[in-house]
């Protein structure tokens, strides 16, 4: 009687998760790879000689040092030396220590995952024990599908968000920013998006945030959906490059399961930490600002992370990626709000001043556009949003001549129209996180303004 060999049997199924490490440590560029000496080493960067003509810029290398192996990422080659950024911080490097060349840093994500809350190197970090992986391998720094091959984005779906649904609606395998200062509402938004049903998968990138905040993210606002949820989380106090490499590690899973097939919602937030962390390992690595102290590769980075996202080759299915971008001081030119609004398919601009007077969630219907509207909307459903956008515009243009008192009913059909019906459509854009989306924002929207002119011409409020 023959027996299949260790790995296959006794290991795999005892033990998964070392028959996972065990396959990947003994494959060939592991055992065979280039080494060299650590030569220099300052806050941030360590320089090695010898390895030069076999690295690369962006691939990894392993650091064998009294504690252990670490990994880090070159970020710099000259003729003579390597400057590698450690992934992690503290990490005790000393003068002549032995580097190796590990090439792309590859992950092997599988549909166990799902649930789990794991590291930008895909480490669990939720306690809930080891994740097995799976058979493929895939590049965290992989490119996107040429354009040419990719399905055509025109489905679209309901996020369950009435201020979307009517005003900026998407579809499947869209790129969507939502754009606004701190505090306003983006992560809120985000996590109320992460629940629409129209998703088999989602990948969450948590970059930069509080370790509070991730835990109140993941466990009060998921719930039920972190079934087939994903969380890669880098959180402000860890490396720069571990939270340069969360959302490249979430899109990685992202694209695996679209692969399969799935329409994937890949959520991160926020892009404007992912840029932060590319300018540290770059101010570190000696590479010039250009705007802003953000050097050039920011500008680079951000459009191929993001032409990853969007619709698969034909066969496969589609990843939609809602992202946050931070404005400074709401400034809304910031070069890297400026740089991501030309690359996606659509922004939701979020106001303080609408949050301020408790209207949640604080979209502005008239400053916020999703470029693929019109392939979700009916032609009466846009026809009817045209005709709302005039009445809001309508109403915001005239507000301050009717507090102080310039407004008198009868004069301007039109105003009149606005002033009885922007409040009622104000009211149904509110929307808490608590609750449950809607299926059919257009229906909602109808039967408060039914109901509203059935009560006659009462006084509206505002
Ligand atoms: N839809 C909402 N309903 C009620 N309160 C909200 C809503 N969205 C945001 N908030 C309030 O705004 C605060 C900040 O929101 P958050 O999403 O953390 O902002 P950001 O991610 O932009 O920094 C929340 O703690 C909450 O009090
Ligand atoms: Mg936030």
Request: glycine share 10%.
């Amino acid at each position: 009687m023959s027996h299949p060999p260790l790995a296959e049997s006794a290991l795999s199924q005892k033990l998964p998760h070392l028959a996972g490490l065990v396959a990947r440590y003994t494959s060939p560029d592991f055992l065979v790879a280039p080494g060299g000496h650590v030569q220099t080493i300052a806050a941030g960067y360590y320089t090695v000689s010898g390895l030069s003509r076999h690295v690369r810029l962006g691939e990894f290398v392993a650091h064998k040092s009294a504690t252990g192996v670490h990994l880090g990422e070159v970020v710099r080659v000259e003729p003579e030396l390597t400057y590698v950024c450690p992934i992690e911080p503290g990490e005790p490097i000393g003068i002549h220590d032995t580097v190796i060349r590990k090439g792309a840093f590859r992950i092997s994500p599988d549909d166990s995952w799902c649930g789990r809350t794991i590291s930008s190197l895909c480490e669990p970090i939720d306690g809930l024990g080891p994740i097995v992986d799976g058979l493929s391998r895939r590049s965290i720094s992989n490119t996107a599908p040429p354009s040419m091959t990719r399905k055509r984005v025109e489905t679209g779906f309901k996020t369950g968000v009435r201020a979307i649904d009517l005003f900026s609606p998407l579809c499947l395998g869209q790129r969507l920013g939502i754009f606004a200062g701190s505090g306003v509402g983006k992560s809120t938004l985000l996590s109320m998006l992460a629940r629409a049903h129209a998703f088999d998968k989602v990948v969450i990138a948590l970059v930069g945030e509080r370790g509070r905040e991730v835990r109140e993210f993941i466990e009060d606002t998921l719930g039920e959906d972190m079934k087939k949820s994903i969380a890669v989380v880098a959180t402000s106090d860890e490396s720069p490059m571990l939270r340069k490499m969360a959302p490249l590690t979430a899109v990685t899973i992202a694209e695996h399961f679209r692969d399969q097939g799935d329409n994937v919602l890949l959520i991160i937030d926020s892009v404007t930490r992912f840029a932060h962390a590319i300018r540290e390992v770059a101010t570190a690595s000696g590479e010039p600002p250009i705007a802003r102290g953000y050097p050039a590769s920011v500008f680079t980075e951000l459009p191929r992370l993001l032409e990853r996202a969007g619709p698969g080759p034909e066969g496969t299915g589609t990843i939609t990626a809602i992202i946050s971008i931070l404005v400074d001081g709401d400034n809304h030119n910031d070069p890297i709000a400026d740089s991501t609004r030309g690359i996606l398919d659509g922004h939701l601009v979020l106001q303080r001043s609408l949050a301020e007077e408790g209207r949640y969630p604080p979209i502005d219907p008239l400053a916020s556009i999703s470029r693929l509207a019109r392939k979700a909307w009916t032609p009466d459903q846009e026809k009817l949003v045209s005709r709302l956008k005039a009445l809001i515009h309508r109403f915001e243009e005239t507000r301050d001549l009717r507090l102080i008192g310039g407004y008198r009913q009868g004069a301007d059909p039109d105003l009149d129209m606005a002033v009885k019906q922007v409040p009622i459509i104000y009211d149904v854009l509110k929307q808490s996180p608590g609750e449950p989306g809607s299926p059919d924002s257009f229906t909602d929207l109808a039967t408060a303004l039914k109901a509203a002119a059935g009560i006659g011409n009462q006084p509206v409020r505002r």
